[in-house]
């Protein structure tokens, strides 16, 4: 088959389509990319694929939408593809009325997580919710990560015909290990971080919603050092942090125990140097992140929400708290980091149970497998 990929962002094509888009290349299709432009965009061209620009708005300008529209159906009947594969939220949406447009042959969608949420006031959830519903009018098949998420397509019918797969989420399992103690000390003596101290890490966006400012606060009663990776997209419309960050830089107690690492391409070495790892999110839908921290034999603190729930066993690889608490926050990652011995026997459990569920590989076969079935 001729396929398409399309997102919204290059930073998605790069880190989280890649891996498939190679999977259905070995499989004998031809698949191209398409996604706003950008740098990372040239290291998915570097792999070998095509990658069409098309401008898509992580936002609500119906005038940008229709234009993207336009501009995708214009393509979608140049290329003449026999499935047209839709992810995140804004660019599924008007990927899928284009391609429905188009007379695509084959639509399929990945929820990577919906928008709507548990936490989401009423009339927001519901208006989003009925979006969903419309795009679902035109999707053959509908992928979620998480077990929850399909369970709630399914009750919603969000599909057509109800052809709605839990399909997990993975990494490569061989890039994410324990550090030996060289290596340990280096990447630590690289962020002016002690061999003895108590590293957290956490991996996300620099927005609200990912739980920065509670667990900001949940550092204050914790004797330990925190590693912040992540950036803020420039297509993010989420709400920012840039104040806080400032003024958690110059706090006197937080400032010289808080890294803030931006944006890094060595997430191994990073997380095999770290004790904990945490994510604190107000919504995810299957994190990949805390995946990755499994894998490396870490104990997770991650936030009581989908997704997160289904990866992290609460009391055997981690503790779950409570949305927006950081007193529960700052209580389960003082467990952890005072009881060494807790710690591994957590991280260890954690390892095993990601090597079982979220090989990277597992993952990819899986969807191609239900792709063919269409």
Sequence with gaps: MKICQ???????????????????????HEVIGVCADGALATKVRAKGFRVENVSIARSYDLK???RTAKALKALFQRERFDLVHVHTPVAAMVGRYAAWRAGVPKIVYTAHG???HEHMKLPLRAAHIG?????????????TQAEEDAETARRLNLCRGGRVHAIGNGVEAAQFQRADAAARARTRAQLRTPEDAVVITMIGRLVAEKGYVELFEAMRKNNAVLWVVGDRLRSDHASGIDTIVEAVKKDL?????????GYRQDVPN???????????????????????????GLPVVATDIR???EEVIDDETGFLVPVRN???????????????????RMGAAGRVRALDLYDEAKVVRRELDLIASL
């Design 6 to 28: 399309l997102c919204a962002v290059d930073f998605t094509l790069y880190h989280f389509l890649l891996p498939l888009m190679e999977g259905m290349r070995d499989a004998g």
């Design 64 to 66: 940008r939408h229709a």
């Design 114 to 116: 919906f928008y709507f």
């Design 131 to 143: 979006l969903e519903w419309l795009g679902g009018r035109v999707t053959d098949m509908l992928f």
């Design 253 to 261: 107690a937080l400032g010289p125990r808080i890294r803030f690492l």
């Design 270 to 296: 990073l997380l095999a140097a770290s004790d904990i790892f945490t994510l604190p999110s107000y919504r995810e839908g299957m994190p990949r992140s805390i995946i990755e921290a499994m894998m490396t």
């Design 307 to 309: 997704g997160a729930r």
């Design 326 to 344: 950081p007193a529960a926050l700052g209580a389960a990652l003082a467990k952890l980091v005072a009881d060494p011995s807790l710690r591994a």
